[in-house]
């Protein structure tokens, strides 16, 4: 479903995580791959593949990530995920594939990415904001012009991403919550979820009030 002119949300039932296609050339996470066949037959019977040319991972978790391997196989695509994060899809530890009683599929990452570093498509262009807290190579993914969002799994439209996993760091997620204060956010659109538009720093004030008391019981795994 199109959630922004340009932007299409896949994925997103079960444990998988939203699908993002922007412009029909970029790749945001990627699922588990449980429903690869049925990503693929979607993409390619509604876009030219062969405009595809990355994906970006906002972090190593299976649910995630977890197809990585056969998108590139698929795509040849390059593909770019943060320089914490790397190494757990390089050697498959880290990214929590037990929970889903599955075995990673290895791949290297082609475009290691660092904080600032600047993703472009046609229309669009993305900065990465690092946010460490959900794992240690978390990013979201900042369009300043169009003041959108791709927040990963650091947070969603009623809650933030886990930090109780292996990969979680409390301290460093209220670091990031409050670095996202400076953004100029309108349309945010999160790893699992139905986007939210509008009251973004609300929004963000709020979840680290909860997260400083400590409120937030998560019964879902991201
Ligand atoms: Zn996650």
């Known amino acids: ?14 444990q998988e995580p939203n699908i993002y296609l922007v412009d029909g050339e970029l790749l945001v996470d990627c699922g588990t791959g449980f429903l690869f066949t049925q990503l693929k037959d979607y993409i390619e019977s509604h876009y ?26 698929w795509l040849k695509a ?22 889903f009683d599955a075995r990673p599929k290895i791949v290297t990452i082609d475009k290691p990415l660092k904080d600032g570093a600047k993703i472009k498509t046609s229309n669009f262009t993305f900065e990465v ?9 978390s990013i979201c993914l900042y369009e300043e012009n169009r003041r959108i969002l791709l927040s990963g799994d650091t947070i969603f439209d009623e809650k933030i991403g886990r930090t ?11 670091m990031s919550l409050n670095r996202l204060l ?5 349309y945010l659109f999160p790893g699992h979820g ?22 937030f019981i998560n019964y879902d795994f991201y």
């Open 1 to 14: 479903m199109q959630v922004y002119n340009g932007i299409e949300a896949l994925g997103g039932i079960e």
């Open 48 to 73: 030219d593949c062969y405009k595809i040319k990355g994906l970006v991972n906002t972090h190593c978790h299976f649910d995630n990530a977890g197809a990585t391997k056969k998108v590139r196989d």
């Open 78 to 99: 390059q593909i770019y995920m943060h320089v914490n994060d790397k190494g757990a899809l390089e050697s498959g530890d880290g990214m929590l594939a037990e929970f």
């Open 129 to 137: 904001i690092h946010t460490p807290g959900h794992t240690p190579g």
């Open 164 to 174: 109780d996993l292996p990969t979680g760091d409390s301290s460093r997620m209220l």
């Open 182 to 186: 400076d953004l100029d956010v309108q």
């Open 194 to 215: 139905p986007p939210k538009i509008g009251g973004f720093s609300f929004h963000v004030k709020q979840m680290i009030q909860h997260f400083g008391q400590k409120r």
